[in-house]
């Protein structure tokens, strides 16, 4: 216990005394602070409700827009309102120029009362570029309506466009607005466990290719000496993430006023699934790091680490893609299995927390199921890390290395089971010469 201590600490120095650790640490928390507290000293209109905006029909587009309406469809006091920064075109072929020069951001053609085209030169994936012309298209087909039959169009628009109010009561999980800080936790364990990970394979095999491990394994206990390297990678990694979402989510309470709510989709996360998020997240990272501290005892070069750790890659991707795309369904069958496997309840079982319905029970056990794992991966590491640390050449296979550890632990239990005997004969003999 003595030596897992000294190593311990030692690599908690190692982390702690690196300038870059520590510079890279505390910067991103400073730029986050920063950044989330520019709306308190400088007006960036998050917190601002548009004057009249609830008697306002159209939302205002700035964009500079050419507009051919040769029946004259569209109504102008509507048009006006929709956008700001428009032309009149004499000619279909003057908008397709127009866009194509960029002298204007977009153009529309109305061909008829209820049609039109639009033509713009680089798609946006999100916009929907025509909406506002079809609200407009509808609204001068109302007006001619209103006209032909006499009826007062202002109060015609008033029936067709009435002020809805509603009030939603979320007795469950608020799926849409915890969605995306989800999201956003699933890629910052996963971006843990690969960058942390590597680490600790690096540092395993930079001992062994400059022959240090000789000496450390002569003086210190194996089990020590990779325990204590993950372990202090936990908590250094644990002290990092901490600080800079702590950093972010704090500054953003502070001034959440200021931003107007607009990042509570990433940064208003409820205590209990942050807390949810870090169990699962340390010790799913524990039980990762424990294998890539094997991989790193495998190999006897750090170039050779991707290569021996591609296999550790492919099932961390797996799981990754794979919850992503079960957030949308966080009480599917497929997260439910991915919440219980030791490789992906890092992951899975904190969405299902934060999005779907899951009892105490299944945390509990769960997170069991996750520790039973992280202490057998922790042993079945040590061994290996034991028997490889002191070959050296070509990386050593996975399989051949349990064959290797199944074969030594047969061989120990024979040579027990020989001197067990040997004990038993040699009292026999000296009974009977008694």
Known sequence: MSSFRVVLG????????????????????????????????????????????SSREFVTDNSRVIIYDRMGYLPPDELLQAYSNFQYAGSEKEVEEAVSEGSADKGFVITGPTSFKSYIYNADMFADEGAQIGRLLSYGKARKYASENNIDFEQFKQTLNPEISSESVILGKDTRGNYWYCYALVII?????????????????????????????????????LFGKVIAGAIASLFQMSVILCAAVLT?????????????????????VLGIFLLFGLFGYLFYAFIYGAIGALVSRTED????????MMVIMVVYFATLFQLSNPDGIVIKVLSFLPISSYSAMFARVALGTVTLVEVIVSFAVLLISVFLAG??????????????????????????????????????????KEGIETANEDREER
């Open 252 to 272: 953003y309470r502070v001034n959440r006023e200021a931003w107007g709510g607009l990042l509570d989709m990433f940064l208003n996360i409820p205590l209990r």
């Open 305 to 312: 680490i991707s290569r021996s750790a591609s296999g550790v």
């Open 10 to 53: 030692f690599e908690l120095k190692e982390y702690f005394r690196s300038k870059g650790f520590m510079i890279t640490t505390f910067l991103i928390a400073i730029i986050a602070v920063v950044g989330l507290s520019i709306p308190r000293f400088i007006d960036l209109g998050f917190n601002r409700s548009e004057e009249g905006s």
């Open 379 to 420: 042993f079945l590491a040590a061994k290996i890390y034991r028997m490889g640390t002191l070959r050296y050449g070509n990386p050593i296979k996975l399989g051949v290395a349990l064959k290797t550890i199944r074969r030594a632990k047969k061989q120990a239990k024979k040579l027990a089971k020989e001197q067990a």
């Open 189 to 225: 364990i996963f971006m843990m466990i690969i960058m942390y990970g590597q680490m600790i394979a690096t540092s395993v095999t930079s001992e062994k290719s400059n022959r240090s491990v000789e000496v450390l394994v002569t003086t210190t206990n194996p089990n020590s000496l």
